[in-house]
């Protein structure tokens, strides 16, 4: 059965419609970090001991030349650990019974931040306190607790308030900051012991990834079925009227 002008004009309007609907495309740039391992203690009266390390990722911006920008997600998934604990000794020799005790408390901070186009960040922070108490003999009153922990730090950052056109170029990068802040500080020692609370067996991997959208530059053989579509369309406003 033939179909009537009216019904070939709609057919090739929707192919031209659905010519233009198809051309969306999506390209994703990866970059990926690794904070190694790091050992420090702070003893009684420093007040606190701390460890910074810094990196950066870079990602390629949008290229123009292959579309239209319509939106940019920028997400990443990470995983932490590390160890952390109190050691006390009793130093003071004396005869008889002695005793040691010793408190603290070691800290990390994780941060990843966008610094370029513009500001948008997330952080994990985390603590652990240690304690521990022993006696023992004049040459041998000592004590330790350790703990260990591990997570994962994954977020996708939030950013609305950034304008597309900031995404876009070929002559530099999109760059993001990771920072690691850890400290350790013992807070309580024996009044003859020596005390120290530990910060170690620290890493931190991390792989970021930023996600653009766009619409591609029609094809010639698009643009054909477009304007086929459009002739369509009016021919099928003048056979209804």
Excluded at 4 to 32: F, P, R
Excluded at 75 to 93: A, E, L, P, Q, T
Excluded at 98 to 104: D, I, L, P, R
Excluded at 179 to 208: F, K, P
């Amino acid at each position: 059965m033939k179909l009537s002008s009216l019904k070939k004009a709609a057919l090739v309007a929707t192919l031209g419609l659905s010519a233009t609907a198809a051309n969306a495309g999506v390209i994703s740039y990866s970059d990926s970090w690794n904070f190694g391992s790091s050992t420090f203690y702070d003893t009684e009266g420093n007040g606190q001991n701390s460890r910074t390390e810094k990196d950066h990722l870079s990602f390629s911006r949008f290229d123009s030349s292959i579309g239209t920008l319509t939106g940019v997600s920028l997400s990443f998934d990470s995983n932490w650990n590390y160890r952390s604990g109190i050691y006390s000794k009793d130093v003071y020799n004396g005869w008889g019974k002695e005793y040691a005790y010793g408190s603290g408390k070691s800290s990390q901070s994780l941060l990843f931040s966008l610094y370029d186009p513009a500001s948008a960040q997330s952080t994990k922070y985390d603590v652990e306190y240690s304690s521990c108490s022993r006696r023992g003999n004049y040459s041998n009153a000592s004590c330790s607790n350790y703990e260990y922990n591990a997570g994962v730090f994954n977020g996708n950052l939030d950013l609305s308030g950034i304008n597309l056109n900031a995404w876009i170029g070929n002559t530099d990068d999109v760059n993001v900051l990771l920072q690691e802040y850890r400290t350790a500080q013992t807070i309580s020692c024996g009044g003859d012991d020596d005390c120290r609370q530990y910060s170690y067996i620290d890493h931190w991997t991390c792989n970021a990834t930023v996600t653009y959208t766009y619409s591609e530059i029609p094809e010639p053989g698009s643009l054909v079925l477009l304007a086929l579509g459009l002739a369509g369309l009016r021919a099928s406003r003048r056979l209804k009227a």
